[in-house]
Antibody, heavy 114, light 110 residues
Framework: EVQLVESGGGLVQPGGSLRLSCAAS????????MSWLRQAPGKGLEWVAN????????YYVDSVKGRFTISRDNAKNSLYLQMNSLRAEDTAVYYC???????WGQGSLVTVSS | QSALTQPASVSGSPGQSITISCTGT?????????VSWYQQHPGKAPKLMIY???KRPSGVSNRFSGSKSGNTASLTISGLQAEDEVDYYC??????????FGTGTKVTVL
């Protein structure tokens, strides 16, 4: 059974940083593209970033370019999202997704507020 | 990258068929056969219902079907049931090697 479990969310002040993690199991992690997506409270879904199997290709939505970094550790079956210079508009539930996207994690809430 | 356009709401009676549209441009929906549809219950993670325009993942009811014409993709739900009354989102690959979601549609079963 495919499982994706996000962690690392929480409350952070504007301008602060946070690192999200996603632990994957039930499939060969190193064989798949992986994605991060988000959903602001009461709003729609937004694609944030993805990366290929070996990390040589990474793509981001314009609103997070230069602030967020996606990475992975295939030995640990884990995906990460380093979020810097956080803004109030980054407040959302962040989801980890396999591929483009066939399986989703349960989400991790990030709240940016003073 | 602008969100794909979906109707805010669509409604139908039990047993009827409804269609949700998803309009983009030639740089996304119209340019690639990489359109997906997701169903989302309140407070839950989305579930993949359709991928590559019209393919159904294993376990998804055949009451759900997808199609595309030009820059508009569509999700049709046939034999509408009370359990279908949730939110639906489309998604497409784009020419920028990114993905974009639709604005979302709330389905109401009358």
């Amino acid at each position: 059974e495919v499982q994706l479990v996000e962690s690392g969310g929480g409350l952070v002040q504007p301008g602060g940083s946070l690192r999200l993690s996603c632990a994957a199991s039930g499939f060969t992690f190193s064989s798949y593209w992986m994605s991060w997506l988000r959903q602001a409270p009461g709003k729609g879904l937004e694609w944030v970033a993805n990366m290929n199997q070996d990390g040589s290709e990474k793509y981001y939505v314009d609103s997070v370019k230069g602030r967020f970094t996606i990475s992975r550790d295939n030995a640990k079956n884990s995906l990460y999202l380093q979020m810097n210079s956080l803004r109030a508009e980054d407040t959302a539930v962040y989801y980890c997704g396999r591929n483009h996207v066939d399986y989703w994690g349960q989400g991790s809430l990030v709240t940016v507020s003073s | 990258q602008s969100a794909l356009t979906q109707p805010a709401s669509v409604s139908g009676s039990p047993g009827q068929s409804i269609t949700i549209s998803c309009t983009g441009t030639s740089s996304d929906v119209g340019g690639y056969n990489s359109v997906s549809w997701y169903q989302q219950h309140p407070g839950k993670a989305p579930k993949l219902m359709i991928y590559d325009v019209s393919k159904r993942p294993s376990g998804v009811s055949n009451r759900f079907s997808g199609s595309k014409s030009g820059n508009t993709a569509s999700l049709t739900i046939s034999g509408l049931q009370a359990e279908d009354e949730v939110d639906y989102y489309c998604s497409s690959y784009t020419s920028s090697n990114t993905y974009v979601f639709g604005t979302g549609t709330k389905v109401t079963v009358l």
